[in-house]
């Protein structure tokens, strides 16, 4: 810890996993207990999910065999143009696959202290700058301190305990709620290899007879399996106990775990290519050399290596809501309070920030999903996957913005091995080329649309999954300025994404380019019959999207000095595009005929996708539009869960509405009350909160919500869309005093600023991403300026935007 360090404190240990504290190194996961008589550290691996590298083909295979595919899907669309709906839904639902698979808890670490019911307890913190959790207590004269973190370098979890003023005993234990396959113990620590489920069906799929299913074996070459290794040192006498250590007369301990799987190996080679089969006893040796390597480094080196690879990482941007940034925040009494609304939004700000970098980072494993890399259930809801609607982009919104770009990198690995899927489901399943995905996926990069054939289409068909994933490579193109990243990552993905996009569409009866089926996630609407339905054509979300992969498609080729087929194809087909319309009450519009919602206070905001994140309509561009949205913004109202609140407040921001913003802020960061075990109705009629470790939950938890506000804090403060960079755009009055370090805009440009009372104090401007020079337009209020800096200057600036010095 150093000084200004930002410490999230609670008084007592964790009574459930919602009051637990997260760290994690990308790859590695724990939940953090603290307490004397028993601590558990409940410890995830983002490559422990049931399924394996075949469940995606498979699931093609079964789909194309119930008769699904081109033929089929040309009965769907004249059904669909007919406005036949139960034909259509019946024809539709022939596409649905099974489902994508499941992300497991992997094991538990149980530590209890003798005498632990006389011990006086000093409460326990979470260091959002360095990732350590810690705890202290006293038993008898002797003070103990524990520290906890998970470390990148080591790729290993560290456990440090250290007494002062004489020794202490205590006792060690290791479980897991999958099927144990292989235990050891030793003096050295434990050794626990487990069989991973190779399906595992969401909690919806009730008709699924055995919902978590294990193997016999290998499948197909591959071995379904994951194993833990902890290794013990300490200055105490170490003895077996059963099957758990005791460790007594200690004054120091050392304690770290590492893994290996076969799912990690999957993971680590590129799309299409078949990782070699590895042995059991190979995965237990990996993973005891790891455990090892980081033991015999020691303590303090751990420590020092770590806070070396991820402080620089956390510190890189900083923003203060307010004047206080540092010290000892109590979450009961100064955050779930409501007392400081600027304390609570810089905390929330820089937890997204911690999380993001803890559960995604580059050589690590899986993207952040559902639930970040955290979960303590065998059938998570919603299978804690990825869902690509809107919650796994914006788990990725603050990525680029708030300083975290490398963090980016595990999502861009997923949409290469989706890309892969995707091209075959595209040619099979629809006769058309590219790439596509629909709704969910898993690490495997299901592809296909989920459902069982039984589900309603408003969720499980939907096209434009792969079309959403492909705007993050853009967006980090944009931010970055990496021509390198562009060419080699980035075009693949834009191209295929676009090749689909051009092959999905057909030409109407009035000449304009629809796609065909098409739903708006995850609403329905009334027919002229009267009738709920949600299949139909050209929704807002659809055109917007691609008319988003064809822009940004061709604004690629040009950096990159290309021009084939498929930028022909494009560029006559922009303009057959369907443009956005406003409903006869003046909002914007959801489908392409303007129906009558089933739900006018839908917590999906689909529409609005043009406005934030696509940065299509804003009061500059399309003044109508914009209007319109905030008109949709109202009548959709405010709250509902952490997702749909954060997806909420980035539009209000957008759209310049800062007092609005942060009422839904203030809505968003209250106290859940409720049991969060006990899920709310998904349609957001119950609202949620923050659970005690300020994990955003509906219920249930979701870590979208947490990474959302993060992303929408910083839209509320700096924005850069369409060459412009506004400075304090949607400034609520409320937050009258407050500074931002480090953050990232479009353009190559990074932002340091400073503001009094709602005006800029200090505003530094830098280009340091560019690779040449470049100008944009800079706004605060009603003063716009225009601004060129070469690769590495700087300007400075102060009130109204006045130039001080720089350059």
Known sequence: MTFGDLLLGWPRPAESWYEAVPIGNGRLGAMVF????????????????????????????????????????????????????????????????????????FVDLWMSFAEGEQAIYHGRTLNIDNGVAADSFDIGKRLVQRRTWAS?????ICLSVVVEGGTLDLDLDISSPLRMADRWTTAAGFVVGVDVPVDGAPLHEQSVAEPLRYGTGKAGGYDPYAVAAVRVDTDGAVAVAGESLSVRGMSRLLVTISSSSSAEDFWALPAGVAAASVSRDAHADRAVRRAESALATGADVLSRQHEEDLRPLLSAASLTIGSRRSGVVSVPDEILSGWDEHLTATVIFQLGRYLLASASR??????????????????????????????????YWGAETAGLSQCHQPLFELIAKLAYNGERVSHQLYGARGWVAHHNTDMWGWALPVGMGHSSPSWAIWMMGGTWLTQH????????????????????VLRG?????????????????????????????????????????????????????????LAAARILGLDDEICARIRAALPRLRQPQVTADGRL????????????????????????????????????????????????????????????????????????AAALLREATVPYGRDPDVYAPAEGTEWGGLLPNLFSTHPPFQMDGNFGLMACIVEMLIQSHGGLLQVLPALPAEWPDGSARGIRCRGGWTVDLRWQAGEIVEL?????????ARTSRVRCGATTIELTLKPGEEALFGPALVEKSGR
């Not at 494993?365 to 890399?373: K, S, V």
């Not at 490579?473 to 693949?492: A, M, N, Q, S």
């Open 764 to 772: 530094v401007v830098r280009a340091e991403s560019a690779r040449e």
């Open 34 to 105: 603290g307490g004397v008589s028993q601590h558990r550290l409940q410890i995830n691996d983002s490559t422990v999910w049931s399924g394996t590298p075949q469940g995606p083909a498979d699931g093609l295979a079964e789909v194309l065999a119930t008769g699904a595919g081109p033929e089929r899907l040309a009965e769907l669309r004249e059904a669909i143009r007919a406005q036949d709906y139960r034909r259509a839904e019946a024809l539709v639902k022939s596409f649905e696959g099974r489902y994508s698979q499941e992300y497991l808890p």
């Open 589 to 660: 519009q959801e489908w392409v005929v303007d129906h009558q919602e089933q739900d006018p206070k839908h917590r999906h905001m689909s529409q609005m996708v043009a406005v934030y994140p696509l940065g299509q309509v804003d009061f500059e561009q399309a003044p109508d539009l914009a209007a319109a949205g905030v008109k949709l913004l109202d009548a959709r109202g405010p709250g509902a869960m952490g997702w749909s609140w954060a997806w909420k407040i980035a539009l209000r921001a957008r759209l310049g509405d800062g007092a609005t």
């Open 497 to 553: 994404s676009a090749e689909f996009c051009l092959g999905w569409l057909v030409e109407g009866p009035d000449g304009w380019l629809d796609t065909i089926p098409s739903t708006s996630p995850e609403n329905l609407f009334i027919s002229a019959a009267g009738t709920q339905e949600s299949l139909s054509y050209s929704s807002a979300m659809d055109m917007a999207m691609i008319r988003a992969t064809f822009d940004r498609c």
């Open 362 to 395: 580059p050589g690590g494993g899986p993207p952040a999903n559902l639930q970040g890399i955290w979960n303590a259930e065998l059938r998570p809801p919603w299978s804690s996957n990825y869902t690509i609607n809107i919650n796994t982009e914006m788990n």
């Open 473 to 492: 490579v853009w967006d980090h193109y944009e931010f970055t300025c990496d021509i390198t990243f562009l060419r080699e990552k980035g075009w693949p």
């Open 152 to 156: 990148r370098p080591a790729q290993a």
